[in-house]
């Protein structure tokens, strides 16, 4: 995020973190996370320098994306790759906006010219959805509360907290046996610092587990474990995040 933050800076959009360009502040419109969908191949040890690459294309009519390949800078190699869907929102109505001609004039002059996606594969794991979770969960943490760390500019959990939120209700065995290759979050509330949420996980069953790096570095699939997880307001219910995850069992 902070590679695509310091990308958008760079090519002259605004330096709040919204990554809003001129028309879009006149307009009170920002942009907000949809999806995002991160795998890695392999975690950096002490002492190693990443490379990353970031870049951002148009994806639909009130939409844009963003992707980025992380390379191992000693080797060249592709140890993670990552996308995000983006959709732009009125800041004071909260309702999602199309992007008009002036603004995509603004924006996509700064990307490329023809498509680029950092997971080409057809019937990649991006594109999978997530299934609606229905009650009782597998495994649960309730009651989490947002820190003042935990929130962006808007006031609005970040999506980093996120994260740390699905993964606090994954059984502690997995924790202690495997790392996390790849998350999937589909986000559909905004969460605020008043907010009581609370995180449940299941296992997902029969599912092809497969990894979309190379087929050197992909674990058999017994060796992996894979969960759905659902953000919810712990009040009246409703999602606030909707997630999928896939474990690989630590090399002893």
Known sequence: MEVGCNHAQSVGFSTDGFATTTTMRKLGLIWVTNRMHIEIYKYPAWGDVVEIETWCQEDGRIGTRRDWILKDLANGEVIGRATSKWVMMNQNTRR?????????????????KTPRLAFPEENNGSLKKIPILSDPAQYSRLGLVPRRADLDMNQHVNNVTYIGWVLESIPQDIIDTHE??????????????????????????????????????????????????????AGSGDEINRGRTVWRKLAR
Do not use: W
Not at 96 to 112: I, K, T, W
Not at 203 to 224: F, L, R, T, V, W
């Open 96 to 112: 999602l906006q199309r992007v008009s001609d002036e603004v995509r004039d603004e924006v996509f002059v700064h990307c490329p």
């Open 180 to 233: 996390l290759q790849t998350i999937t979050l589909d986000y559909r509330r905004e969460c605020q610092h008043d907010d009581i949420v609370d995180s449940l996980t299941y296992i997902e069953e029969g599912e092809d587990k497969s990894m979309n790096g190379s087929a050197s570095a992909a674990p058999h699939k017994e060796q992996q474990q894979q969960f759905l997880h659902c953000l919810r307001f």
